[in-house]
């Protein structure tokens, strides 16, 4: 069974800090990876998607892929108390799937 | 450009009723898929619909059926509600097929008495 691996926390971070959330998947073939962020009572909003390896940055966030270790990872620079959500890595289940698997997300709590 | 949007916000129902969920693509999105998302946990994956054809299905039984019409909206539709169908359902639109950025409406948040 394909899987995405997420710390579920809490993660509690300082105002200011950096955040880093990790997720593992476990199909090689997987060709592209997202982050969602989803805040308490809402639906999950896509902030990062990153299909090569290495860093994508946009703005205070940064994904960060290694296929070969079947790892991604999200760093928040600078983390704002409204940065304080769930993060669900999701990934589609081989190249050419049409659906997306998600970890169970992690609670990330930024403390001002 | 209007998001995705999905209709009702919430709803509750009896175990044994069946439940109708509405969504609406967002503008040129031509694929939409389904989830259902229970408490603490990530979404899972119902199905895809693509030019009014189910193009994927994920574990889940027959019960759960849907439509896509030509103007890209879809329902979802739910037979014989049990207990452990409450959760969140989230409809995902996406502007190709097979293009993975998928955008989530508000969700409908259904209970199951």
């Known amino acids: 069974q394909k899987e995405v691996e997420q710390n579920s926390g809490p993660l509690s971070v300082p105002e200011g800090a950096i955040a880093s959330l990790n997720c593992t998947y476990s199909?090689?073939?997987?060709?592209?990876f997202f982050w969602y962020r989803q805040y308490s009572g809402k639906s999950p909003e896509l902030i990062m998607s990153?299909?090569?390896?290495g860093d994508k940055e946009d703005g205070r966030f940064t994904a960060q892929l290694n296929k070969a270790s079947q790892y991604v990872s999200l760093l928040i620079r600078d983390s704002q108390p409204s940065d304080s959500a769930t993060y669900l890595c999701a990934v589609p289940p081989g190249a050419g799937s049409y659906q997306l698997t998600f970890g169970k997300g992690t609670k990330l709590s930024v403390i001002p | 450009e209007t998001g995705v949007t999905q209709s009702p916000t919430h709803l509750i129902k009896t175990r044994g009723q069946q439940v109708t969920l509405r969504c609406s693509s967002q503008s040129g999105h031509n694929t939409v898929s389904w989830y259902q998302q229970a408490l603490g946990q990530g979404p899972q994956f119902i199905f895809q619909y693509y030019r009014e054809e189910e193009n994927g299905r994920g574990n889940f039984p027959p019960r759960f059926s849907g439509l896509q019409f030509p103007n890209y909206s879809s329902e979802l539709n739910v037979n014989a509600l049990e207990l452990d169908d409450s959760a969140l359902y989230l409809c995902?639109?996406?502007?190709?097929?097979?293009?993975?950025?998928?955008?989530f409406g508000p969700g409908t948040r259904l209970t199951v008495l």
């Open positions: 990153i299909y090569s390896n």
């Open positions: 995902a639109s996406s502007p190709v097929l097979l293009d993975n950025e998928q955008f």
């Open positions: 199909d090689r073939g997987s060709q592209s």
